[in-house]
């Protein structure tokens, strides 16, 4: 854990009792603050009170006591319309932070002597992929690495500046949204495209919580394949732009290679790291690597033996010449069209709750998919966008995964089937994990053989 000072003795709202809530009441309460605990839902409630923290209604308080509100970023800050919390703080004159803000004031309270780097990573998409792969590099490289945040354990419950080297922490824009003093030795905006614009008001608000990362940045490394990743980084003195379009850039990354500072790097060893989009995320992560003291050589071998993410790109098994990828982290039609991009040919199986646009922004890549097998509220709507296309709907996971399977086979070829949904998961699945391991599980009842992370 990471206590967090400052609040000495003061009282603490903290809304939303999820992962980052109890951890940030922990944290806060390490520190010496004195939490002050309310949810919506019960069982959240009876989480704190059973660890011990006082629980009070929040819309009953005197809100001139607190020093601060502690927000799950899981509540809307400011659109649709701010949360009755975020109302009553700013009516009272309470700041309001979240866990990003609070672990930034923990690392401006640690000696400079003992204080660790810090490397935050954001985008739209591939930023947990680029997140697991600089946390990889820096450890195959010797380093003390806790990577966390967005993506696995809460960042104020990794190890304590003490026994860290470089914390390595993926951010969203929620948590960006609450941040005013965040300052990390490196930050990272993979890329943007239009996602959680109900949350932000819109594209301008959403690319604006983005580039929060660089406020305070000290190294700043910025994705310039689309529009509004090149408006931030000309709006900057001295960022470091990542190009894979062939656009003029810092770093030029292609299929299977990058080439930054003179260096070419053969990617095409790095067998979990297929696609131009994966090249993207290596160029980040050598840059990242570099900017902490890894060596170029430490840092080109860490992305060689990357063993991948799970459900991002990761081929969970294979049943004779058929593999199978799971990339359930595909959650917009953006993110699967990098995975599509990355095979000439796939039996895709896509749907779930459609996000704005569908899937109308990949008929490009339409003519390499052989067979679309459609599952979720979004099946009806992708089947009459795909036209043409070969598809069939298949409503369910267990139903595409075996339809896709014999398909794939029966062509006697070397053959991908491919879950990438363009979609949210919230239709059928509690997460993108549940619908990756329910892909999974799927793939082996086929009696196929487990590949493990690839």
Do not use: C
């Not at 490394?221 to 190009?243: C, F, K, P, Y």
């Not at 339809?403 to 029966?410: G, I, T």
């Amino acid at each position: 854990m990471i206590p967090v000072p400052g609040f000495e003795g003061r009282r603490i709202a903290v809304f939303g009792l999820g992962r980052s809530g109890i951890t940030a009441a922990r944290a806060l309460h390490a520190g010496g603050a004195i939490p002050i605990l309310w949810d919506d839902g019960v069982s959240g409630r009876m989480q704190a009170e059973a660890e011990g923290f006082a629980v009070e209604d929040l819309s009953r308080a005197d809100w001139s006591q607190f020093a601060a509100l502690v927000l799950s970023p899981g509540a809307p800050l400011t659109h649709p319309k701010p949360h009755w919390t975020v109302d009553k703080a700013k009516a009272a004159g309470v700041e309001i932070i979240g866990d990003i803000e609070l672990f930034a004031r923990a690392m401006d309270r640690t000696p400079g002597t003992v204080r660790p780097k810090v490397i935050a990573i954001t985008g739209t998409n591939g930023k947990s992929t680029t997140t697991a792969l600089i946390g990889w590099v820096l450890k195959q490289a010797g380093l003390k690495v806790a990577v966390g945040g967005n993506i696995g354990i809460g960042v104020l419950a990794l190890p304590a500046p003490a026994e860290v080297g470089v914390y390595v922490i993926e951010v969203s824009s929620y948590q960006l949204d609450l941040t005013t003093a965040f300052a990390p030795d490196v930050a990272i905006l993979t890329n943007i495209s239009p996602d959680h614009l109900d949350r932000h008001g819109g594209m301008e608000g959403y690319i604006a919580a983005k580039a929060r990362i660089f406020s305070h940045a000290n190294l700043s490394l910025v994705g310039v394949d689309e529009e509004w990743g090149r408006r931030i980084a000309a709006g900057m003195a001295d960022a470091r732009t990542v190009s894979t379009n062939g656009a003029p850039a810092d770093i030029s990354a292609s299929d299977r290679r990058l080439t930054a500072d003179g260096e070419m790097i053969d990617l095409s060893a790095a067998r979990s790291l297929p696609g131009r989009h994966n090249a993207q995320n290596a160029a980040f992560a050598w840059a990242a690597a570099r900017a902490v003291g890894v060596s170029h050589d430490d840092a080109v071998q860490g992305l060689m033996t990357f063993p991948g993410l799970a459900h991002r790109m990761e081929e969970v098994a294979r049943l004779g010449k058929v593999r199978f990828i799971n990339d359930s982290k595909a959650t917009n039609a953006d993110a699967a069209r990098q995975a599509l991009s990355s095979y000439e040919r796939s039996f895709w199986i896509a749907g779930g709750r459609a996000k704005q646009g569908g899937i109308d922004d990949l008929e490009e890549l339409f003519p390499r998919v052989v067979e679309a097998f459609l599952i979720g509220e979004s099946a009806g709507p992708f089947a009459a966008r795909l036209g043409d296309t070969p598809h069939r709907i298949s409503g369910d996971m267990a139903s595409a995964v075996k339809a896709a399977a014999e398909a794939a086979a029966a062509t006697g070829r070397e053959e991908v089937v491919l879950l990438s949904p363009a979609a949210a998961s919230f239709d059928q699945y509690p997460d993108f994990e549940a619908r990756g391991e329910a892909f999974r599980a799927a793939v082996l009842n086929l009696g196929a053989t487990p590949s493990g992370h690839g």
